[in-house]
């Protein structure tokens, strides 16, 4: 499970000319509401239905995809960063059908966007997007220079955001700044953890009323939230955690899971361009 | 092909052949294509880039700063009551103070700025690696300098020899530090202080400041106030 696949992409091979991934950055704002999480599972389910997908742990100080996916890589990022091992050395596949590049321990090293960093990220990008469908960022928490720059990578942004206030503040917060400095008009919406059916479309509905009254992008536009759907707060999310495992692989029949199954089908397929 | 256009074209722009090529040999060929470039380049009236190249320069300069982080800065220049000019001096008059603001601004920038004509009176500077605190100095350094300098225009139907004062407004913006940008937004935002410039009076330069971004207490109360967010918290309370 922990050596490094034979190929990046699952199948091994480049899609036609010109093909590439559609790359999502998965962000929050506020840490802990379980972005890396449904990246993660998301990832998984995205597998599900034929995609090829790779989940890139853009959290480069913090990493956690790891503990998440309970692998101990041997060669990671950090590596390809520091020219010690290839890409395709880095690639690991995860249980879940879908294939990481775990971010290592770069710690103090990448927590600020230096030059290098910057230069290193978009090389990444440009070389593993010819190669998959799909490729989620898993960003980390806050809105530093280094999220927003991995998120600038990204077509799309998914905001995981819980109903907790301060969740809803960090993720209104990560909005306005992504929306006047990159223009973005559409963000995707996760609301995770939601104690009744229906409180994800609330929270949606909310954060958009305060978005209309009080974010534009840098050029005036208006900017939309799209509520890819909830998460119900499931015990067997806490388990599947506790236990390192992916949900989907652990209690695929769970509320959340089939939540997550239904969160992935909403995401339109790549289309190969 | 036409080649015959293209030669003419080149001759009358004086093109520098190299010493001893035959025509049709490679080296002559080459020649042609360089001269071709150049020509496509560059605005004939100022010798300046034009627009074409300009935009080249903006993708270049967009990839550089996504990639290395430095600042740059684009400024759009444009001369004030140029209409007035023309009408009162005649064209030739209008020409030359093209021209010769086009080489003040030459000559006040860096070597490794690039001054572009963008079309009628109007002009684009693209500054690499110019610090975010300088940027209005910058600016009100060139638009002194052409405010200072008189042009000397010759001795028309419309009168006698003289020189004319002559004042631009100044727009400009910076370029965005994330990766997704382009170089006909990066000109939209610095046109857009442009316009501000000439609104608040001409002989102007206005920058574009980066906006303030904060969650006001108003926009927080407003995040909470949902009934149904309310509700799902009752539901919470009363429900075990």
Redesign the interface.
Same mark, same amino acid.
């Given at each position: 499970m922990n050596a490094p696949a034979a190929d990046p992409p699952t199948t091994g091979s480049p899609g036609p000319i010109g093909h590439r991934a559609r790359v999502m950055a998965v962000t929050s704002g506020k840490g802990g509401v379980g972005k890396t999480f449904v990246a993660a599972n998301l990832a998984a389910a995205l597998a599900r239905r034929g995609e090829r997908v790779l989940v890139l742990d853009a959290d480069l100080g913090l990493a956690n995809l790891d503990v998440v996916l309970n692998l101990q890589p041997k060669v990671t990022l950090h590596d390809v960063f520091t020219g010690r091992a290839t890409l395709k050395e880095a690639t690991l596949k995860a249980p879940g059908g879908f294939s990481v590049l775990l971010a290592g321990s770069g710690l103090v090293e990448y927590s600020r966007?230096?030059?290098d960093l910057? @230069?290193r990220l978009?090389e990444v990008i440009h070389q593993v997007t010819p190669h998959y469908d799909r490729v989620l960022l898993d960003t980390g928490a806050g809105i530093s220079?280094v999220v927003?720059?991995a998120v600038?990578?990204a077509d799309d942004v998914l905001v995981i955001a819980t109903?907790e206030?301060t969740s809803?503040?960090d993720a209104? $917060?990560t909005v306005?700044?992504l929306a $006047?400095?990159?223009?973005?008009e559409i963000f995707r919406l996760a609301v995770n953890q939601v104690?009744?059916k229906?409180?994800g479309? $609330?929270?949606q509905?909310?954060?958009q009323?305060?978005v209309d009254?009080?974010v534009r992008t840098? @050029?005036g536009a208006a900017v939309k939230l799209d509520l890819l759907g909830e998460l119900p707060t499931d015990t067997a999310v806490r388990e599947a955690v506790q236990r390192r495992k992916l949900l989907l692989e652990v209690q695929p029949g769970s509320p959340a899971a089939l939540a997550m199954i239904a969160l992935a089908e909403r995401l339109p397929k790549v289309v190969l361009r | 092909m036409k080649l015959s256009l293209a030669l003419q074209l080149l001759e009358r722009a004086q093109h520098a052949w190299p010493a001893d090529a035959e025509p049709g040999s490679p080296a002559w060929l080459q020649s042609v294509v360089d001269g071709l470039c150049a020509l496509s380049s560059r605005d004939p009236l100022t010798d300046l880039p034009n627009r074409r190249q300009l935009e080249l320069t903006l993708d270049r300069e967009i990839d550089r700063v996504a990639r290395s982080g430095e600042p740059a800065l684009v400024l759009m220049a444009d001369i004030d009551h140029f209409k007035r000019i023309n009408d009162t001096h005649g064209h030739a008059a209008g020409d030359r103070v093209i021209q010769a603001v086009g080489r003040v601004l030459q000559d006040t920038v860096r070597p490794m700025d690039t001054v572009a004509r963008v079309g009628g009176e109007e002009f684009a500077i693209v500054l690499p690696n110019c610090a975010p605190a300088f940027g209005q100095a910058v600016a009100e350094r060139i638009r002194r300098r052409v405010e200072r300098e008189g042009v000397a225009v010759e001795a028309g139907s419309a009168g006698p020899a003289q020189v004319l004062r002559v004042t631009i407004s100044v727009g400009g913006a910076f370029a965005p530090q994330w990766v997704r940008s382009s170089a006909r937004l990066w000109l939209d935002r610095a046109d857009h202080q442009l316009y501000r410039a000439k609104s608040s009076g001409r002989n102007c330069a206005c920058l574009e400041t980066p906006p303030v971004l904060v969650v006001s207490s108003e926009e927080k109360g407003l995040l909470f106030a949902s009934p149904a967010l309310a509700d799902a918290d009752n539901e919470n309370v009363d429900s075990p």
């Amino acid at each position: 499970m922990n050596a490094p696949a034979a190929d990046p992409p699952t199948t091994g091979s480049p899609g036609p000319i010109g093909h590439r991934a559609r790359v999502m950055a998965v962000t929050s704002g506020k840490g802990g509401v379980g972005k890396t999480f449904v990246a993660a599972n998301l990832a998984a389910a995205l597998a599900r239905r034929g995609e090829r997908v790779l989940v890139l742990d853009a959290d480069l100080g913090l990493a956690n995809l790891d503990v998440v996916l309970n692998l101990q890589p041997k060669v990671t990022l950090h590596d390809v960063f520091t020219g010690r091992a290839t890409l395709k050395e880095a690639t690991l596949k995860a249980p879940g059908g879908f294939s990481v590049l775990l971010a290592g321990s770069g710690l103090v090293e990448y927590s600020r966007l230096t030059p290098d960093l910057r @230069e290193r990220l978009l090389e990444v990008i440009h070389q593993v997007t010819p190669h998959y469908d799909r490729v989620l960022l898993d960003t980390g928490a806050g809105i530093s220079d280094v999220v927003l720059y991995a998120v600038s990578l990204a077509d799309d942004v998914l905001v995981i955001a819980t109903p907790e206030p301060t969740s809803l503040t960090d993720a209104y $917060a990560t909005v306005k700044v992504l929306a $006047a400095q990159q223009q973005r008009e559409i963000f995707r919406l996760a609301v995770n953890q939601v104690s009744r059916k229906g409180e994800g479309r $609330a929270v949606q509905q909310q954060l958009q009323t305060v978005v209309d009254r009080f974010v534009r992008t840098g @050029e005036g536009a208006a900017v939309k939230l799209d509520l890819l759907g909830e998460l119900p707060t499931d015990t067997a999310v806490r388990e599947a955690v506790q236990r390192r495992k992916l949900l989907l692989e652990v209690q695929p029949g769970s509320p959340a899971a089939l939540a997550m199954i239904a969160l992935a089908e909403r995401l339109p397929k790549v289309v190969l361009r | 092909m036409k080649l015959s256009l293209a030669l003419q074209l080149l001759e009358r722009a004086q093109h520098a052949w190299p010493a001893d090529a035959e025509p049709g040999s490679p080296a002559w060929l080459q020649s042609v294509v360089d001269g071709l470039c150049a020509l496509s380049s560059r605005d004939p009236l100022t010798d300046l880039p034009n627009r074409r190249q300009l935009e080249l320069t903006l993708d270049r300069e967009i990839d550089r700063v996504a990639r290395s982080g430095e600042p740059a800065l684009v400024l759009m220049a444009d001369i004030d009551h140029f209409k007035r000019i023309n009408d009162t001096h005649g064209h030739a008059a209008g020409d030359r103070v093209i021209q010769a603001v086009g080489r003040v601004l030459q000559d006040t920038v860096r070597p490794m700025d690039t001054v572009a004509r963008v079309g009628g009176e109007e002009f684009a500077i693209v500054l690499p690696n110019c610090a975010p605190a300088f940027g209005q100095a910058v600016a009100e350094r060139i638009r002194r300098r052409v405010e200072r300098e008189g042009v000397a225009v010759e001795a028309g139907s419309a009168g006698p020899a003289q020189v004319l004062r002559v004042t631009i407004s100044v727009g400009g913006a910076f370029a965005p530090q994330w990766v997704r940008s382009s170089a006909r937004l990066w000109l939209d935002r610095a046109d857009h202080q442009l316009y501000r410039a000439k609104s608040s009076g001409r002989n102007c330069a206005c920058l574009e400041t980066p906006p303030v971004l904060v969650v006001s207490s108003e926009e927080k109360g407003l995040l909470f106030a949902s009934p149904a967010l309310a509700d799902a918290d009752n539901e919470n309370v009363d429900s075990p």
